[in-house]
């Protein structure tokens, strides 16, 4: 079946640092890949997603890059703010298009101290 | 637009009593909903699918008569733990789905409710 292994947290960093959340994923075909934020006391929100291999989502700053080669959609951003303090969920989808039915990793904490 | 609420953000019970979570959609019409289900340091788990006046489809492992789903309305399912047990102490989340343009291809989550049973 289908499963997302993701970088254990807790993530702390400084503000302006470089951040790299690690995701691996095993599914058959071709799936869409996702990542969602969740900030304190709200719900999930999509941050980007990417549906075919090569693609780069970006939103917020943050990116990532769908390698099929390396099963990998690792996600990235140049200098995070406090703001960016949430846990991160990778997620895939192997219905063509859609992000409903979704399999997630386990979720990243990231700290960010001013 | 396009905005959850679930509620109880947390709640505490005693073993062998039962449990209702609501997840509401506020803004639009939600025609398929998803309930999940964490364990902790573990990936969201779905549990099962809903569609509005249908019965749920669970997935596999997952008891239907523990996990009660009812999905009347098209703003409203309720996922009932029964008999609840320390087990079932978990993290539960919501999504819905509506129709028409990304509503199609996305899902919107709750806030999840944080259950623990003593």
């Known amino acids: 079946g289908n499963s997302v292994t993701q970088m254990e947290g807790p993530v702390t960093l400084s503000e302006e640092a470089f951040l790299t959340i690690n995701c691996t994923y095993t599914?058959?075909?071709?799936?869409?890949l996702f990542w969602y934020v969740q900030y304190p006391g709200e719900g999930l929100q999509l941050l980007l997603k990417a549906t075919k291999a090569d693609d780069k989502g970006s939103n917020k700053g943050f990116e990532a890059t769908y390698r099929k080669e390396t099963t990998s959609f690792h996600l990235e951003k140049g200098s995070v703010q406090v703001s960016d303090s949430a846990v991160y969920f990778c997620?895939?989808?192997?219905?063509?298009?859609?992000?409903?039915?979704?399999?997630f990793g386990s979720g990243t904490q990231l700290t960010v101290l001013p | 637009g396009a905005v959850v609420s679930q509620h109880p953000s947390r709640v505490i019970c005693k073993s062998g009593t039962s449990v209702k979570i609501e997840c509401r959609s506020l803004d639009f019409q939600a025609t398929t909903m998803f309930w999940y289900r964490q364990f902790p340091k573990k990936s969201l788990m779905l549990m099962a699918t809903?569609?509005?006046?249908?019965?749920?489809?669970?997935e596999q492992g997952v008891e239907k008569d523990k996990f009660l789903i009812n999905h009347a309305s098209l703003t409203l399912s309720t996922l009932t733990v029964t008999s609840a047990h320390p087990e079932d102490s978990s993290f539960y989340i919501c999504s819905a789905g509506g129709q028409g343009g990304k509503m199609n291809t996305e899902a919107f989550f709750g806030q999840g409710t944080r259950l623990t049973v003593v």
């Open positions: 599914a058959t075909g071709y799936p869409s």
């Open positions: 809903s569609n509005e006046g249908s019965k749920a489809t669970y």
């Open positions: 997620a895939l989808s192997d219905q063509p298009g859609s992000a409903r039915q979704l399999t």
